[in-house]
Structure formats: C-alpha cells, structure tokens
C-alpha cells in the first residue's frame, strides 16, 4: 500500500506529528494551500459567448479581441469589476495536467454569487453558487473528454456576482504532489484471504456490523433494476460468513414519506422508470438508544419536494425488526448516508461527499446545519460512501473515490477505491492528506471485531460482499492487515 508520509518507528510518533503538522491549517478548511500555482489571467468585462458556440471563448483557439485585458491576479480582476461596478466577468487561464497530477489536481473558490467553469469549449462545473463564507473545490474539474493530458488546456471561468453586493471572488487552481500505491484486482478469485461471505450479484455497497449479540449483520444495494420490497437483512455466526437472509425488516409499504405512492417518477420513457430502490442502506446498533437503526436514501425523491436525494431513519428494538422511520419524512438531503456513534453516545451523520452533521439525541433529525470536511491534500473525502470511525482517540473519516490513470499500454482505466484521512484534532478536523486505503475497496464499512482487530466490507474487485481484515501501519495509515492479489502499483 501506498506511503503518503515518512515512516516512523510507530503509530505514536505517526500521531504526535500530524498533530504539529495541522497547527499551521487555515480556519477555512477549504482554503488551497499557499503558495497557489500562478496563473497567467486574462478577462473581460463583456460578454464573450455567441449562440453559435456559447463556449467558444474557452477553447485554445479563441482570438481574443481587444475588449480582453491581463490581470496579474484574481483579487485585480476583482477590484476592475468593482470600479466598473459590473456584476459578471469572464476570465481565462491555461494550464498543464500530467497522468501523474491528474487525481490530484482541482479548482477551488471563495465567491459570492454563481461561478461557471469551463475547459476547451465544455462546461465543467455549472451554477456554483455561494455567499462567500468559505472556499468550495471542485473535484474533477480538470477532466477533459479528449484526455489529453501533458498538453495545455485552455481554461474558462465566469462569475456572476450576487444582485445588490459588491463582488468577491478568489480562485485558485491546485496540483498537489502524486502518491503512489498498489492496486488491488482479482482478489477473491485467486486468494484464500479474501473471504467471500454473501455471493448475490449486485448486492453492493455492503454495510456489516457486529453487533451486541455477538452475531454480524449486514445490507446493502439491491439489485438495481426491478422493483424492490425494501431493504433486506443478512445475518451470519461468523464474520466470514456465510451470510443468509432474515427478512426484509424495512419496507416501502410501512414507510409514508418513501412509500412508492409518494415518490416521483422519473422520466417514462426511461425502461427502469418504475424502480424503486434503495440505495447503500447501513445498519447501526446504537449503544446510548439501546436501538438498532437502518439509515437509507430512495432513488426517487417524495413529493412535493424536488428532485434529489433525501436520507431517512428508522429504529427497531431488535436486530430483526420490524423498523419503523423514526419521523415521517426526511431527516436530510444528499446521498450515502452514515452513522457514528462518539464515545459519548453523540450520534452523527455523514453523507455525500464529506459532509457531517450532529444528530439530535432521540435521532429525529440534525441538531446542527452540516459542515463541509476537506482532506488537506484533495478537492473532497471521496465521490461518495462516507464512512467515520474512531481508532485510539484519532478520527478516520473516509469514503469511496474514483480514481483514473493510464496503465502500461496507454489505456484509459479507473478503480473504485476506499479512501481515507485521519483527524487528531477532533471529529470537525482539520483532517489530513487523503490517502488510498483498500485499492478497489470503495463504498465500504469497518468495524472492529471481538478480537480487538479491525475489518472492512469489499465488494468491487469481485462484484460479490467480501470482509477484508485491516489495520493500522506504522507511519499512520489503514491499509489490508495480509497481502492480497495485487498487481504493481500505479503513480497517482
């Protein structure tokens, strides 16, 4: 596995210098790192888009004509639009990407109003809007659908400022350095170490826990298409399995805001218009509630509200059920959510893209708005599949990535990976250099066994619910406790 830091004689010594490490984080978590990459700036205070090609003005061969000016900085572009008291600008800036950067290479600003972001005559990132309170990044926002990377790309941004405040815009692009790790493919199917525990197609994005009776349970995606009763319980005495049905102990019907009368449908032409799904369901035994709890997001959204992805809870008193939601309706808004209880018995959700948020104490909805957590390193935690445990005091917060890169014959590949980042400074952060944790492990759980020994759910390298055993190397990092199948490791 990969080696983000300089090994130590110990995870202590690992510890006591990411703690000196995070003194010197900006308050605004989402701020790039200093000094910025710089940028050759130019812009225009008119509008420089035709019907024809409305993103002609980003392509490399765009002539600029003389209404375009140089700008040695985003805050002098600012302060032109101020004295002109204009409310939009377009600016451009080329840059190189490599195969080497490109994972780790992203956008971000602090704006107030809608930002645009354009490369080679494509929209990118479209209608980010903000207030200005705190920087956003942008992951893959590099992308380039010729993937010509090593060469220039030509870049465009517009900025349309808020109606009735002055404008505030900073932007930065960011190269932050590659990583190197190994790849982990086609274990399961030629390893004896990697334990398959549930062999049903499709079943993804497994949940399992152990729980306080001492047996393991586990959800997860069903399979996609066709229509679905609810969300289904797998059970086993052993955490390597065999894992069999329980029951479906959460159900449409019993449900009122996710009930498939209430969910909006998609577009009718589309053939799978009529699924209902739910997607990357987990499964929690809260200690402090003495409550097992199911946390779940439908595919479709309820009416009357809009289109998205809306989270929803339901509690049962025994591992069985029947689980009923514990408030009708959603108790927040985004995809993949997770549950951590705290030593305390504070219990939190996780979700999207790195968002966390503090939970009301009979968990009927956030007691706090959500807070953004960023790697030091990277645009996000992850795409998706959040995931927050807690290891000898220090916070891990994870999720899953995917990653692209060009493998020895040139050609274009991704893996699904577990990425992670550690906290010593509490659970809000600041967190540290995401890493590679599971390669190809991603949108997975962990959890710590009786043996005091940690392990994790995997599903993509075999499409089939595997449980990997993990643990804790000595420079800081989580990485699989046994070597699997792997093939030679990738620069990222």
């Known amino acids: 596995m990969n080696r983000l830091h300089e090994s130590f004689s110990g995870v202590l010594l690992a510890v006591c210098a990411a703690l000196s490490g995070y003194a010197a984080e900006p308050a605004d978590p989402g701020a790039p790192p200093e000094p910025r990459l710089p940028l050759a700036l130019t812009y225009t ?12 003005w980003t392509k490399s061969d765009y002539r600029e004509g003389p209404e375009w000016k140089s700008a ?35 956008c971000a600003s602090k704006h107030d109003g809608k ?45 349309a400022r808020t109606e009735g405040r002055q404008p505030l815009l900073d932007f930065a692009f960011v190269q932050a350095k590659p990583y190197h790790v190994q790849e982990l493919r086609d ?6 170490k990697f334990h398959l525990v549930l062999d049903i197609p499709h079943i993804r994005d497994a949940c399992g826990i152990r729980g306080p009776d001492g047996k393991y349970y586990l959800v997860g995606t069903p399979l996609l298409h066709g229509k679905q009763e609810g969300i289904d319980l797998f059970r086993s005495d052993s955490r390597y399995g065999p894992f069999k049905q329980v029951g479906t102990p959460w159900t449409f019907a019993a449900s009122k805001w996710a009930n498939p009368a209430n969910l909006s ?15 990357a369901p987990e499964i929690e035994y809260i200690k402090s509630l003495k409550k097992w709890v199911l946390v779940y997001f439908p595919n479709k959204a309820p009416r009357p509200l809009p289109k998205g992805f809306y989270i929803g809870i339901a509690a ?18 985004d995809p993949d959510p997770h549950l ?44 998706e599949g959040t995931t927050l445990f807690k290891h000898q005091g220090v916070y891990y917060f994870g999720g899953a990535f995917s990653n692209h890169y060009w493998d020895g014959q040139g050609k274009w590949s991704q893996t699904y990976d577990c990425v ?54 000595p420079d800081g990092t989580w990485r699989p406790a046994e070597n699997y199948d792997v093939i030679p490791g990738v620069t990222y």
Request: proline content about 6%; charged content about 25%.
């Open 340 to 383: 951590f209880e705290d030593d305390d018995g504070t219990v939190y959700l996780t979700m999207g893209c790195g968002r966390i948020a503090r939970m009301k104490p009979d968990l009927s909805g956030l007691a706090e708005e959500p807070r953004r957590i960023y790697p030091r390193n990277a645009p996000a935690i992850a795409n």
């Open 420 to 473: 992670m980042c550690a906290s010593t400074n509490g659970i809000y952060g600041p967190y540290g250099d995401r890493y590679v944790a599971v390669k190809n492990g991603g949108n997975n759980s962990f959890f710590k066994d009786s043996d005091g020994e940690w392990y994790c759910t995997v599903w993509q390298p075999t499409k089939r619910t595997t449980i990997v055993r993990v643990e804790l190397a």
């Open 187 to 192: 274990a399961g199917t030629k390893s004896s």
């Open 45 to 56: 205070l008119k509008d420089p888009s035709t019907k024809q090609d409305k993103g002609g």
């Open 72 to 106: 040695g900085s985003i805050r002098e572009i600012e302060q032109a639009m101020r004295a002109a008291d204009s409310g939009k600008v377009w600016f451009r800036f080329r840059m190189t990407t490599t195969k080497e950067t490109f994972n780790n290479t992203y």
């Open 265 to 279: 449908q998609p577009n009718p032409k589309d053939p799978n218009y009529a699924d209902q799904i739910i997607w």
């Open 316 to 333: 049962s008193d025994t591992p069985l059920g029947p689980y009923r939601d514990i408030v009708d309706g959603p108790i927040a808004s």
């Open 115 to 159: 930002l645009d972001l354009w490369n080679e005559g494509e929209i990118n990132r479209q209608n980010n809007r903000s207030d200005g309170a705190s920087w956003m990044r942008y992951f893959n926002s590099i992308f380039r659908k010729d993937k010509k990377l090593g060469e220039p790309c030509q870049y465009g941004v517009h900025y």
